[in-house]
């Protein structure tokens, strides 16, 4: 429960790398809810340099019916910048890969956006595979409030 603080700092750094802090809602609290309440959804790893928390991997697990296996969804993967190039990112990468292999997983995915190079790079030179064929699709609140009025 320490490192919620500062999981939650570093998610307002990718927010910010990112350029999506107005999409930003998540207070330490409702982390902590969701990490640790009754019906736990995410898992969290963190990476530490000298006793403090300078990256986090989230996960959580989903489902594939064409393989008829859980998979895991990597939520976010990200490393202070003034840590970056140390192996951090690379460690809690292989341990979500890991996690996923030993469990029997079918698969593994993630997002990055277009624009973001490095991180593409990242994971091209892990193996990668790049889905141009799929498009996310997305409702926010406003959008389930809508549907779930009718």
Sequence with gaps: PSD????????????EYEKLTHQLEIDESRLHQSLFGDNPVPRALVAESKG?????????????TFIGKPGIYLEDLY????????GHGNAL????A????????????WMALDWNEPALEFYRERGAQLLDEWRLLRF???????????
Excluded: W
Aim: glycine share 6%.
């Design 79 to 86: 490393v202070d910048p003034d840590y970056r190039g140390k």
């Design 140 to 150: 926010t609140r406003p959008e389930l409030e809508a549907i779930a009025a009718q």
């Design 93 to 96: 990468f292989k341990t979500v």
């Design 98 to 109: 890991k996690i996923a292999y030993d469990e029997d997983c079918g698969r593994m995915e």
């Design 4 to 15: 919620v603080n500062s999981i939650l700092e570093l998610s307002r750094g990718i927010a």
């Design 52 to 64: 403090s928390v300078v990256g986090y991997a989230i996960y959580f697990y989903n489902y594939s």
